[in-house]
């Protein structure tokens, strides 16, 4: 109760006269400005104004209304508790749009009270380049297999016209290119993208930049994206063991599910607490009893375990264990001969 009141408070001292209405709101976005820089025709342009409600009332975001047609703007959430997250998403036209665009996206927001928030973005779509398709999307991949997709890069203007250089932040993305196709002004490239096997799991959102022999907006970016997704998953994924004593033992269970049926080959953990017992089962899931004897150091411990299965080139799954171990010379509360004394 004391805390909303806080933080109605706070609110309110922001809407209180001499103040800007609209800083609340403002505060909730981490930025309110994007570049997207020199884009082809046709590619995928796309960011996501991120913002986070931190205040105790609920916020709603009535709508966002665009300054240009060459930016369409997109709630992926409209109606936020506290610490719920959302975004603004700009779509750039790079279709129906050529040259320097820019627009203004103006977010109204309609509860907790009545604030708006600008967020601009700029860029440049050049008509004389073209991805098809317009960015690289891989899907879901399972971890540990590759994946490649092949994009067209067509250009029209100069016949001298050169990819000179692909780069990417990203070690797990490989590009090859195939020599160019030369004809009356025309030069088009056929370039594979590569996601290897050791991409780690998670969401992919990433971007390659072409950098070609022009003098004036030499570099293009081209969009990737797609989700590693790993063959196995542990429950839960962070175990607590509870507050124990020195010496004191607990019994618990992990819960391993496949993609497909895999044998269990080891389960390593730091230090000799842990006592894991396991089966020469081939099964797409695994229930692992765990045992866990206390040190004799108090304080919170944590370990991680790895479990390693047969899956693919030996897929591993990893869980966090923690625990808290009273201190021993504190002791229990001394025992009495009766109800009282």
């Not at 400005?33 to 960011?47: N, Y």
């Not at 060459?70 to 036209?93: G, H, M, Y």
């Not at 370039?191 to 030499?218: C, E, F, H, W």
């Not at 790895?306 to 010379?329: E, F, M, Q, R």
């Amino acid at each position: 109760m004391f805390r909303a009141w806080i933080s109605a408070f706070v609110l309110l001292g922001l809407l209180s006269p001499g103040a800007n209405a609209q800083s609340w709101a403002r505060k909730m976005f981490k930025v309110t400005e994007h570049d997207f820089g020199t884009v082809a025709k046709g590619s995928k342009a796309e960011f996501d104004f991120e913002l986070q409600n931190i205040f105790e009332e609920d916020v709603h975001i009535s709508h966002v209304r665009s300054s240009c047609g060459c930016t369409e703007p997109q709630i992926t959430k409209q109606s936020l508790k506290t610490w719920d997250k959302s975004a603004i998403r700009a779509v750039f036209n790079t279709r129906s749009f050529i040259g320097s665009r820019s627009a203004t996206l103006t977010v109204v927001i309609d509860q907790p009270y009545y604030a708006e928030v600008q967020l601009s973005v700029r860029g440049y779509i050049r008509a004389d380049v073209l991805f098809t398709p317009g960015g690289v999307s891989f899907g879901e991949i399972e971890q540990g297999g590759t994946t490649e997709q092949w994009v067209s890069v067509s250009y029209a203007g100069r016949s001298d016209w050169s990819i000179v250089d692909v780069r990417s932040a990203n070690a797990n993305l490989e590009v090859e290119l195939t020599d160019p196709e030369r004809r009356f002004g025309r030069v088009s490239y056929k370039m594979l993208v590569r996601l290897k096997g050791d991409a780690p799991a998670g969401y992919l959102q990433d971007q390659l930049t072409i950098v070609t022999n022009d003098s004036y907006n030499s570099s293009l970016e081209l969009p990737v994206e797609g989700r590693v997704v790993s063959p196995l998953t542990v429950s839960p994924a962070s175990l607590f063991l509870g507050v124990l004593k020195p010496g004191e033992t607990v019994e618990k269970k992990l819960f391993v599910k496949g993609t497909k049926p895999f044998r269990i080959l080891s389960i390593e953990c730091d230090g000799d607490c842990f006592k894991f017992s396991t089966t020469d089962k081939v099964t797409a899931t695994h229930l692992i009893p765990i045992t866990y004897t206390a040190g004799e150091a108090p304080g919170k411990i944590t370990q991680k375990i790895a479990i390693k299965t047969d899956l693919g080139s030996g897929a591993v799954t990893t869980c966090v264990a923690s625990a808290t171990i009273t201190d021993a010379a504190a002791g229990d509360p001394p025992a009495t001969d009766g109800e009282g004394s």
